[in-house]
């Protein structure tokens, strides 16, 4: 049975009032002083594919993110509900091969270093649809799989896929249930691409120091701020992600809770990932990639107010070049759609104040997406096989950072004459 995967997430959140007030406190050391350094203006949430394309009550919420001058923690300064956002969630580990199979290589590497005995017990915080637990399970069969995961149609997925999941937020409470149930600690934890979500850090990491074993590893991957900031992806901020994660305040954070980096890897994935390899603080000792990548985000200024002010001025730039890209297409008589419907769009249409007289529609493969309007801007979402039967001349690409492989895979579309605009870091035209 296929099940039903439910994207439009709204139900109580008409009405809902949202003011932006005074930043809120530090996510990692609770200083007040947060800095705004990219207002993206009031934005719908970038995963509530909407049914109309501008359905009444849309809500929309302040989208500002800022540094913290004290821990230098990048962080957004307006928070929304973690409710409206994942208790149901769309979007499938499995579905792309990509990261399938860059989970089952993580599942290979935690196996080889942790080497997890008999019942020793390995949780997935986000688990998702259980797609990495699967993975270390046939590598470790032996070892208890627990994963934990707020979106009950994920979970499902999981259940039906073989993996004990649990429906509910990670935090201290969550944690002592999952040792409760299971009489034991976790060798492994694992957070993929979950970190920059929490809101409530202190008590995810409370649950963390609580549920790790000795000698055991909390594996965390987060989207990397340093290539953020080069890449100048604003698009990869949305309501969802309230962190932007560096090594520095991430191991301030850890340090509060007595756990520590053991070993740190950048990950060579098209938008730069961060994996962190943490311990109890005691038995860790650094390698020495960890002090190279603090030091290299000082030399790279991630402590440094002026970085975040050139980020803001690049920004403006993109924004009004991209617009101008735009305008240029259709007053040389040429049409402009999009491809490829990534939550980022969102903020990309919203921040350049793009919308379906601006793009006539995206062609995504994914037909979950299909039939439904990019949020806040309310650009249709069609199928593929409108390449074909209502071709346009140029393509944006809103995944721009997979530009290379679309372009590779819509060959005959530019062979036909067509292009490409890529619109992150420096809006071009590609022919
Ligand atoms: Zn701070």
């Not at 999952?178 to 492994?188: P, T, V």
Request: aromatic fraction near 8%.
């Amino acid at each position: 049975m296929t099940p039903t995967i439910t994207l439009n997430r709204e139900a109580g959140l008409h009405g809902l009032a949202f003011t932006s007030a005074a930043p809120p406190p530090c996510l990692v050391c609770g200083d007040g002083g947060a800095q705004l350094f990219a207002d993206l203006g009031h934005t719908a949430l970038a995963n509530n594919l909407t049914a109309e394309p501008a359905p009444a009550g849309e809500p929309r919420y302040p989208l500002r993110a800022g540094y913290c001058p004290r821990c230098w923690h990048v962080q957004l300064l307006d928070r929304v509900p973690p409710a409206a956002m994942f208790t149901e969630y769309c979007y499938l580990s499995s579905a792309s091969s990509t990261l399938r199979e860059h989970l089952g290589r993580l599942a290979a590497t935690a196996a080889a270093r942790l080497h997890l005995g008999p019942d020793e017990l390995a949780v997935d915080i986000g688990a998702n649809d259980g797609t990495l637990l699967a993975a270390l399970g046939r590598l470790q069969p032996s070892a208890r799989l627990q994963g934990i995961d707020p979106a009950a149609n994920l979970a499902a997925l999981a259940r039906a896929a073989g993996v004990s999941t649990e429906v509910a937020y990670f935090n201290l409470d969550s944690a002592r249930m999952l040792m409760d149930r299971h009489g034991r600690r976790a060798r492994l934890i694992t957070a993929t691409n979950s970190f920059p979500h929490i809101p409530e850090l202190d008590s995810y990491l409370a649950g963390v120091a609580a549920l790790l074993a000795p000698g055991g590893r909390f594996v965390v991957e987060a989207h990397y701020l340093g290539d953020l900031l080069d890449q100048l992806a604003f698009d990869t901020i949305y309501h969802e992600h309230v962190s932007y994660w560096a090594l520095g305040p991430m191991r301030h954070a850890l340090r509060r809770h007595g756990r520590d980096v053991a070993d740190v890897e950048r990950l060579p994935v098209p938008h730069g990932q961060l994996r962190a390899w943490i311990g109890h603080a005691g038995e860790v000792t650094p390698a020495p990639a960890v002090a190279a990548l603090e030091q290299a985000e000082i030399a790279a200024g991630l402590r440094a107010p002026a970085t975040y002010t050139r980020f803001a001025e690049r920004l403006e730039t993109l924004a009004h070049q991209l617009r101008q890209a735009v305008a240029g297409v259709w007053a040389s008589g040429q049409r402009l759609a999009g491809y490829g419907a990534p939550a980022k769009a969102a903020t990309l249409a919203a921040y350049c104040k793009l919308g379906p007289r601006e793009i006539a529609w995206i062609a995504d493969r994914n037909p979950l997406k299909q039939g439904r309007y990019l949020p806040g801007a309310g650009i249709p979402i069609v199928g593929c096989e409108r390449l074909e039967t209502d071709r346009p001349d140029v393509l944006l690409l809103f995944a721009w950072n997979f530009a290379p492989e679309i372009m590779a895979q819509l060959e005959p579309f530019r062979r036909a004459g067509g292009r490409f605009l890529v619109p992150v870091p420096e809006p071009r035209l590609v022919a």
